[in-house]
């Protein structure tokens, strides 16, 4: 293209709108303080976009424009995390608080912590290239999320591009994606006006916006963001606060609620003014975060398979609100298990409306003494349905009738069956009792089990009512003609599905074996299985005894497992995903990581956090080999409490270098930082723990 004067000075207008955009942006929903009007600001952004539509030359992914988001749907293409997003342990409880700051004093000394305001939304990693966002992803199973880039745009407290000029060239900033009480408002009322399903609360709705396939309605929903934590390599301090304070000079949000506290009487001082004081805030919290602020200091204290040792949620009380019992219906789980839930008279709770709520089990019922017409105090506890904790004895009408659990199932009606030791009622129909069977296929296609894209509830419904998929074998016989034959199901729709049927083959064992949906194996206790019998042969041939040899399996986990291969039509169903090419067997290189690789390693004493099998497992699990005794190759000694004498010798005389169960946790916690990917050279197993080890500013 040729360059005239009247480009040139187009392009110097975009140039000159984008920046005045991302100021006053940054103005209204970062620094609360907006200096021109809406409607300047739209008569700005009306400029630009026409400046843009005239001169596709000059267009820019990180223009304000980009917030204006788009109608086309997008799948969402799933991102590794350079940094596994870890969780936090959580406590209800003061007492336990202390523990936790005794425990970290006791290791590190007095030191200072930060307390911040724990944000009740849905986590977002943000990462950004040369001062540009470049990408968004959602938390997902820890290890990889889904990007969610085009979304993210949207939100006008993320910033687009960067001011300042001491950020680092490439770094990741955490934080929670928010819905504030206004919006959640507006939002429902829309919905209910429109007739559409509201949603249960502000973190709900803040997920489901996220999770939008047309970045047009994300940014309509009226979504916020706050930022804390920093991740990167050349982060410009080493704590907390400095970063973040840093990091609000870049154009962050960050909380200005946050304080830096040296004991554990003023973090309960800002736990107690913030238990009260959050009822005004304009977003949804839960509880307060204490995070040690030194990065030296985090990473002397390591982190557990989890979450960092370096810091706590405390959670805040859930509240409570008193109503009517209207009635009670008893729902069938995909193990059968019958969950009794109440139907209530409407109440407001922690700023939504409660209609429903848990009941648990039979047991529970029949100890709070619950009846129909009875007024209870609902509780939400952190999670989505909120439960039952107690009646208002003081207000039993006259006429209250105790109900009665039922004893048989409401969906087949097969007597239900009690197993030893378990409180719960279960329909023992498991091939023919519809919940069940679409549970069973519903859990085989989430993201942490087979991650079938495509296929939500509706879909398996669908699929199961027209005769097409019965169980999870059935979904290996699919066609895209057979899908696109079923009503609201295009070409497409149903080419993605085949595709990602196609994809699960390669999905690996431990996942698998989780997808099997055997009562009580999780997603950790398949993982631990998987990597102890190595493939499903030496599993379903295991005896009682030899699958409690595997780490986290007890007699009760032992059992369901037996029974589960005890049945012919189980065994029937695994015999034809074999067939179908899943994965029945752990890779090489389906290891946790490699930074162990190549190395021999001791482990010796007594661990305070895992047991020595766990450690040798993890071991394996990162590539690394594990030896019996220390020898001239061994290249480390995971040492713990009371290691053998003779062996402390050989190795001292060898000169093997000698770690803690917090350094080899920390070692392994680099690698997964470091991703799994075969291009990044393997954290060698010097130097990285030490506290001036050069790794990122935060472990996560
Ligand atoms: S720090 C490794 N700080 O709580 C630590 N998390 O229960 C990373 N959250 O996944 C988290 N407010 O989604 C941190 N001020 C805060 C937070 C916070 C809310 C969420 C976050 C995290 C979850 C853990």
Same mark, same amino acid.
């Given at each position: 293209?040729?360059?005239?004067?009247?480009?040139?000075?187009?392009?110097?207008?975009?140039?000159?709108?984008?920046?005045?955009?991302?100021?006053?942006?940054?103005?209204?929903?970062?620094?609360?303080?907006?200096?021109?009007?809406?409607?300047?600001?739209?008569?700005?952004?009306?400029?630009?976009?026409?400046?843009?539509?005239?001169?596709?030359?000059?267009?820019?992914?990180?223009?304000?424009?980009?917030?204006?988001?788009?109608?086309?749907?997008?799948?969402?293409?799933?991102?590794?995390?350079?940094?596994?997003?870890?969780?936090?342990?959580?406590?209800?409880?003061?007492?336990?608080?202390?523990?936790?700051?005794?425990?970290?004093?006791?290791?590190?000394?007095?030191?200072?912590?930060?307390?911040?305001?724990?944000?009740?939304?849905?986590?977002?990693?943000?990462?950004?290239?040369?001062?540009?966002?470049?990408?968004?992803?959602?938390?997902?199973?820890?290890?990889?999320?889904?990007?969610?880039?085009?979304?993210?745009?949207?939100?006008?407290?993320?910033?687009?591009?960067?001011?300042?000029?001491?950020?680092?060239?490439?770094?990741?900033?955490?934080?929670?994606?928010?819905?504030?009480?206004?919006?959640?408002?507006?939002?429902?009322?829309?919905?209910?006006?429109?007739?559409?399903?509201?949603?249960?609360?502000?973190?709900?709705?803040?997920?489901?916006?996220?999770?939008?396939?047309?970045?047009?309605?994300?940014?309509?929903?009226?979504?916020?963001?706050?930022?804390?934590?920093?991740?990167?390599?050349?982060?410009?301090?080493?704590?907390?606060?400095?970063?973040?304070?840093?990091?609000?000079?870049?154009?962050?949000?960050?909380?200005?609620?946050?304080?830096?506290?040296?004991?554990?009487?003023?973090?309960?001082?800002?736990?107690?003014?913030?238990?009260?004081?959050?009822?005004?805030?304009?977003?949804?919290?839960?509880?307060?975060?204490?995070?040690?602020?030194?990065?030296?200091?985090?990473?002397?204290?390591?982190?557990?398979?989890?979450?960092?040792?370096?810091?706590?949620?405390?959670?805040?009380?859930?509240?409570?609100?008193?109503?009517?019992?209207?009635?009670?219906?008893?729902?069938?789980?995909?193990?059968?298990?019958?969950?009794?839930?109440?139907?209530?008279?409407?109440?407001?709770?922690?700023?939504?409306?409660?209609?429903?709520?848990?009941?648990?089990?039979?047991?529970?019922?029949?100890?709070?003494?619950?009846?129909?017409?009875?007024?209870?105090?609902?509780?939400?506890?952190?999670?989505?349905?909120?439960?039952?904790?107690?009646?208002?004895?003081?207000?039993?009408?006259?006429?209250?009738?105790?109900?009665?659990?039922?004893?048989?199932?409401?969906?087949?009606?097969?007597?239900?069956?009690?197993?030893?030791?378990?409180?719960?009622?279960?329909?023992?129909?498991?091939?023919?009792?519809?919940?069940?069977?679409?549970?069973?296929?519903?859990?085989?296609?989430?993201?942490?089990?087979?991650?079938?894209?495509?296929?939500?509830?509706?879909?398996?419904?669908?699929?199961?009512?027209?005769?097409?998929?019965?169980?999870?074998?059935?979904?290996?016989?699919?066609?895209?003609?057979?899908?696109?034959?079923?009503?609201?199901?295009?070409?497409?729709?149903?080419?993605?599905?085949?595709?990602?049927?196609?994809?699960?083959?390669?999905?690996?064992?431990?996942?698998?074996?989780?997808? +099997? #949906?055997? &009562?009580? =194996?999780? /997603?950790?206790?398949?993982?631990?299985?998987? %990597?102890?019998?190595? !493939?499903?042969?030496?599993?379903?041939?295991?005896?009682?005894?030899?699958?409690?040899?595997?780490?986290?399996?007890?007699?009760?986990?032992?059992?369901?497992?037996?029974?589960?291969?005890?049945?012919?039509?189980?065994?029937?169903?695994?015999?034809?995903?074999?067939?179908?090419?899943?994965?029945?067997?752990?890779?090489?290189?389906?290891?946790?990581?490699?930074?162990?690789?190549?190395?021999?390693?001791?482990?010796?004493?007594?661990?305070?956090?895992?047991?020595?099998?766990?450690?040798?497992?993890?071991?394996?699990?990162?590539?690394?080999?594990?030896?019996?005794?220390?020898?001239?190759?061994?290249?480390?000694?995971?040492?713990?409490?009371?290691?053998?004498?003779?062996?402390?010798?050989?190795?001292?005389? +060898? #000169?093997? &270098?000698? =770690?803690? /169960?917090?350094?080899?946790?920390?070692?392994? %916690?680099?690698?997964? !930082?470091?991703?799994?990917?075969?291009?990044?050279?393997?954290?060698?197993?010097?130097?990285?723990?030490?506290?001036?080890?050069?790794?990122?500013?935060?472990?996560?």
């Amino acid at each position: 293209m040729r360059y005239t004067y009247t480009n040139y000075m187009s392009y110097e207008r975009i140039r000159q709108l984008r920046e005045l955009l991302n100021y006053h942006n940054r103005k209204y929903y970062v620094d609360n303080s907006p200096e021109i009007s809406d409607f300047e600001f739209d008569k700005l952004m009306r400029e630009l976009i026409d400046l843009e539509a005239a001169h596709p030359e000059y267009a820019d992914p990180a223009s304000p424009t980009a917030r204006v988001g788009s109608d086309i749907t997008t799948e969402f293409a799933t991102v590794h995390h350079r940094f596994p997003m870890l969780s936090l342990s959580n406590t209800y409880s003061i007492a336990e608080l202390r523990e936790f700051v005794e425990r970290v004093e006791k290791e590190i000394g007095p030191t200072e912590f930060v307390c911040e305001l724990k944000f009740d939304g849905t986590a977002i990693s943000l990462t950004y290239e040369n001062g540009r966002l470049v990408q968004a992803a959602t938390r997902g199973d820890g290890e990889n999320g889904d990007d969610v880039t085009a979304n993210a745009k949207t939100i006008r407290a993320i910033p687009l591009t960067l001011t300042g000029n001491n950020y680092p060239p490439l770094f990741e900033i955490r934080g929670e994606i928010l819905m504030p009480y206004a919006s959640f408002d507006r939002l429902n009322a829309e919905r209910e006006a429109a007739g559409e399903p509201l949603f249960a609360n502000p973190r709900n709705a803040a997920a489901g916006t996220l999770k939008q396939q047309q970045s047009a309605i994300v940014a309509k929903r009226g979504l916020d963001c706050t930022l804390y934590q920093l991740a990167g390599n050349a982060l410009p301090h080493q704590s907390q606060w400095e970063n973040m304070q840093e990091a609000r000079k870049w154009g962050f949000k960050i909380s200005d609620k946050m304080r830096i506290c040296h004991s554990f009487n003023e973090i309960e001082e800002y736990i107690a003014y913030w238990d009260t004081a959050r009822k005004e805030l304009p977003f949804p919290t839960d509880g307060v975060v204490i995070k040690v602020n030194r990065y030296a200091d985090q990473r002397a204290l390591g982190f557990t398979s989890k979450a960092p040792k370096w810091a706590v949620a405390y959670k805040f009380k859930a509240e409570q609100a008193l109503t009517k019992l209207l009635s009670v219906d008893f729902q069938v789980g995909r193990t059968g298990a019958i969950t009794p839930v109440a139907n209530l008279e409407p109440v407001q709770l922690a700023g939504t409306t409660v209609k429903r709520a848990t009941l648990h089990n039979a047991e529970q019922i029949a100890q709070l003494d619950i009846r129909l017409g009875d007024m209870v105090y609902v509780e939400k506890s952190g999670e989505i349905i909120p439960k039952i904790t107690g009646v208002e004895l003081a207000r039993r009408p006259a006429d209250s009738r105790a109900f009665a659990f039922v004893t048989t199932c409401p969906v087949c009606g097969t007597p239900l069956a009690q197993y030893e030791g378990e409180v719960k009622m279960y329909c023992p129909n498991q091939s023919h009792c519809r919940p069940q069977i679409l549970g069973r296929i519903i859990h085989f296609i989430r993201r942490k089990a087979m991650n079938i894209d495509g296929l939500g509830a509706e879909t398996v419904e669908l699929l199961f009512e027209s005769g097409l998929v019965n169980d999870i074998a059935d979904l290996y016989d699919l066609h895209a003609t057979d899908l696109a034959s079923l009503p609201r199901l295009g070409d497409k729709s149903a080419d993605n599905i085949i595709r990602s049927i196609a994809a699960s083959r390669e999905v690996p064992f431990n996942r698998v074996l989780f997808g +099997l #949906g055997i &009562r009580f =194996v999780g /997603e950790t206790t398949a993982k631990y299985l998987a %990597a102890h019998f190595k !493939n499903i042969d030496a599993l379903m041939q295991a005896s009682a005894a030899e699958l409690m040899e595997s780490d986290e399996v007890g007699a009760k986990i032992a059992d369901s497992i037996i029974d589960y291969f005890a049945d012919e039509g189980n065994r029937k169903i695994i015999a034809r995903l074999r067939k179908a090419g899943l994965q029945f067997a752990m890779e090489q290189s389906e290891l946790l990581s490699k930074v162990l690789a190549g190395k021999n390693i001791v482990v010796s004493g007594k661990f305070a956090e895992h047991s020595r099998d766990e450690l040798k497992t993890l071991i394996e699990a990162h590539g690394g080999k594990n030896q019996s005794g220390v020898a001239a190759n061994t290249d480390f000694i995971v040492a713990g409490e009371n290691m053998g004498p003779a062996k402390l010798q050989k190795a001292q005389k +060898l #000169g093997v &270098r000698i =770690v803690s /169960e917090s350094e080899f946790m920390a070692i392994i %916690a680099t690698a997964d !930082n470091a991703g799994n990917t075969d291009d990044k050279p393997t954290a060698s197993t010097d130097k990285t723990t030490t506290a001036d080890a050069p790794v990122q500013g935060s472990l996560f």
